[in-house]
């Protein structure tokens, strides 16, 4: 199982702003097959990204999606249209949709099954607020949002699903959970699906951290044995901190 690491550039950079980062992404990491490095431009760049990248070990992600395949559903993306422009990847259930843009656990399902189907795989946001972590309640939110996410998945497809463990109060913030707080959700995160789906189903199922992951941490969390890569926001905007995040050091025992 080779660790991923992908950037969700959110809210930023116009077409040819993005096509630019792209290529200077391409030029440091490229060619690198030790790590599966995907990128989450925005809708408006999607095919143009993938035209830059084409070629390399870069694969294109989409940061949302609508779960039906067409019709009257104004400002929505359907899977068939990602999948058409080269999309191998869905981010479903980022808590800034959670949040403001009222994204429920159904909603979310509905993404997931709906990118499955496509023939994407999708990565499934998934983590606690602060009130919830002062509250003692982090393990209780986080299983919801898993079980709700993955309902009526089959076994098999298991392995296609990135579950990103992102606590909400460390997205943005500058403020990273600890390697050790990361690994202990994690943990549970694979106990979890090992019970649900069954080891052999579920081994290959990567659970990665996001919240503020940067250069200066990755190779701490990266060494933590179920923590199996990262969703990067803030640090994928610059291609030479996001490279360097790729190339972390391979410290896990
Ligand atoms: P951040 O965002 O790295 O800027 O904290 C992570 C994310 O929201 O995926």
């Not at 030790?34 to 070990?57: H, Y």
């Not at 606590?167 to 649900?196: D, M, N, R, Y």
């Amino acid at each position: 199982m080779i660790p991923f690491i992908a950037g969700n550039w959110k809210m930023h950079m116009t077409n040819e702003e993005g096509v630019a980062l792209a290529r200077r992404v391409r030029d440091l990491v490229g060619e690198n097959r030790d790590v599966e490095i995907v990128i989450a431009p925005p809708f408006t760049s999607l095919s143009d990204v993938k035209r830059a990248i084409e070629g390399s070990t870069i694969r294109l992600a989409a940061q949302n999606v609508f779960w039906e395949r067409e019709g009257a559903f104004t400002g929505e993306i359907s899977p068939p249209m990602l999948k058409a422009i080269g999309c191998e990847y869905v981010i479903v259930g980022h808590s800034e949709r959670r949040r403001i843009f009222g994204e429920s656990d159904e909603d979310v399902n509905r993404k997931l099954i709906a990118t499955l189907k496509e023939g994407m795989r999708p990565i499934l946001c998934v983590g606690e607020t602060i009130e919830e972590r002062r509250a003692g309640k982090t393990l209780e939110v986080v299983r919801r949002q898993v079980d709700k996410g993955l309902q009526g998945i089959h076994g098999r497809e298991i392995k296609d699903v990135i579950i990103a463990y992102e606590p909400v109060w460390a997205i943005g913030t500058g403020e990273t959970a600890t390697p050790e707080q990361a690994e202990e959700v994690h943990c549970s995160i694979k106990e979890w699906l090992f019970e649900g789906f069954g080891f052999e189903e579920a081994k290959d199922c990567r659970v990665i951290y996001g919240g503020s992951v940067k250069p200066e941490n990755i190779d701490a969390l990266m060494a933590e044995s179920n923590i199996d890569g990262a969703l990067v926001g803030g640090a994928s905007l610059k291609a030479e901190s996001f490279a360097r995040i790729v190339n972390f050091r391979h410290t896990k025992t």
